[in-house]
């Protein structure tokens, strides 16, 4: 197992959480081999250590222990998911590509004013995972941006607000190309 600096290993085991709910559906206790596999933890030495990160999760309130159907878990709770949300926003961002498909991806919002807290957060993240505004809620990029952007607003839980589609031609395009330092 990859040698983690302190704290890294229980980062790990959060992100599989929100990558693909490895501790939510198959940490039934005692059969963590998934988790286990996940992070190359082949000698009993790793497995102690992934064992100790679980328990200072769960010590932490950002593991809960579950019992439902008869069948034992831990999954995230709401301060973990959080956390868990907070590491991977850090990695997000659009990423430039070596060549432009002279496409534009548009991003519109509506979020209520009545959530207007979680409106200035989505676009604030949206801009820092590199989208540019060319009107309020409404973003650009010429670089492919929809699983960031899907991760964004699946985590407000404000999907049913947000409108996305790819142009091959927008107004002032010429103005737009430079932020970017672009040519058609």
């Not at 548009?106 to 009545?114: Q, T």
């Amino acid at each position: 197992m990859k040698q983690f600096k302190k704290g890294e290993l229980a980062k790990q085991i959060l992100l599989l959480t929100v990558a693909g709910g490895v501790v939510a559906t198959v940490c039934v206790l005692p059969g963590l081999a998934i988790i286990f596999k996940e992070l190359d933890a082949r000698s009993s030495r790793d497995r102690y250590r992934v064992q100790r990160s679980l328990n200072a999760l769960k010590k932490q309130g950002l593991l809960l222990h579950e019992v439902k159907n008869g069948t034992e878990r831990l999954v995230l709770s709401d301060t973990g998911k959080e956390k868990a949300w907070s590491y991977l926003a850090e990695d997000l961002h659009i990423k430039n590509q070596k060549r432009w498909d002279k496409k534009w991806r548009v991003l519109m919002f509506d979020i209520p004013e009545s959530k207007g807290r979680i409106r200035r957060e989505v676009s604030w993240k949206i801009r820092d995972i590199g989208m540019k505004t060319i009107q309020n809620s409404v973003f650009i990029s010429p670089f492919p941006c929809k699983d960031e952007i899907d991760k964004v607003i699946q985590h407000y839980n404000v999907t049913k607000y947000f409108i996305y589609f790819e142009a091959d031609t927008i107004e002032l395009e010429q103005d737009i190309l430079q932020i970017w330092n672009l040519k058609k």
